[in-house]
Every structure is written in structure tokens, then in C-alpha cells.
């Protein structure tokens, strides 16, 4: 069983940065894929960044590509996001997702575990 929890949420202004961590419990380092997606109020749930087990497969979404970096550290069972320049429509809760395969997936349903999710708010 994965377990996974997210911190580094919290309140920031336009043009700020946040470093989001995703720490699992089990052994996620050489078979799960793992992702970030975020979920504004009143909307779906949408992807964000994902990244492979050996770290050399990354995708983004368009929204974020160039503002954020998502990262892991397979001894430290942690997934990082760092973002920056954060505008108010990244304003969410983003969680983290991992799917037990090598190469991750943009669509939500290809995850098996999720965390709870920690909420990013962004202020103009």
C-alpha cells in the first residue's frame, strides 16, 4: 500500500514562489511514476506535471511549463514542485498521484494512489 502526503502549501502573492512535497510511504522509487494535479474551485480536476521513475521523462502542462519544475529524490521517497511565478489562476489544491508503471500519464485515471492535497492560494 502507497501512502502519500503532501506539504508546502500555503498563501503567496503574484510573482512568488512555493515548493510543494509529496512523501510516500512504501518503496515508489523503482515502480511508480508520479504526478501533481490541481483542482480550482468549481472546476475539474486537472494534470500538471509528471514525471517517470528515472526522472528522464518530464511533461507540463502548457499553463505551467517554464513556472514550474517538478523533481524527485527516489532515496528520500519525496516528489518536489517547485513554482514560480505564480499568477492567481494557479490558486488550487494540488495533489499527487502515483501509478505503478515506469512512464507517467497525463490523465487521471491512469493513478492509483492520490494524496490529500494541500491548498495553494494566490494573491493579485
Known amino acids: 500500500q502507497v501512502q502519500l502526503v503532501e506539504s508546502g502549501g500555503g498563501l503567496v502573492q503574484a510573482g512568488g514562489s512555493l515548493r510543494l512535497s509529496c512523501a510516500t510511504s512504501g518503496r515508489i522509487a523503482s515502480s511508480y511514476a508520479m504526478a501533481w494535479f490541481r483542482q480550482a474551485p468549481g472546476k475539474e480536476r486537472e494534470f500538471v506535471a509528471a514525471?517517470?521513475?528515472?526522472?528522464?521523462?518530464?511533461n507540463y502542462a502548457d499553463s505551467v511549463r517554464g513556472r514550474f519544475t517538478i523533481s524527485r529524490e527516489n532515496a528520500k521517497n519525496t516528489v518536489y514542485l517547485q513554482m514560480n511565478s505564480l499568477k492567481p489562476e494557479d490558486t488550487a489544491v494540488y495533489s499527487c498521484?502515483?501509478?505503478?508503471?515506469?512512464?507517467?500519464?497525463?490523465?487521471?485515471?491512469?493513478?492509483?494512489?492520490w494524496g490529500q492535497g494541500t491548498q495553494v492560494t494566490v494573491s493579485s
Open positions: 498521484a502515483a501509478r505503478r508503471a515506469y512512464y507517467p500519464s497525463l490523465y487521471e485515471y491512469d493513478y492509483t494512489y
Open positions: 514525471i517517470s521513475v528515472n526522472t528522464l521523462t518530464i
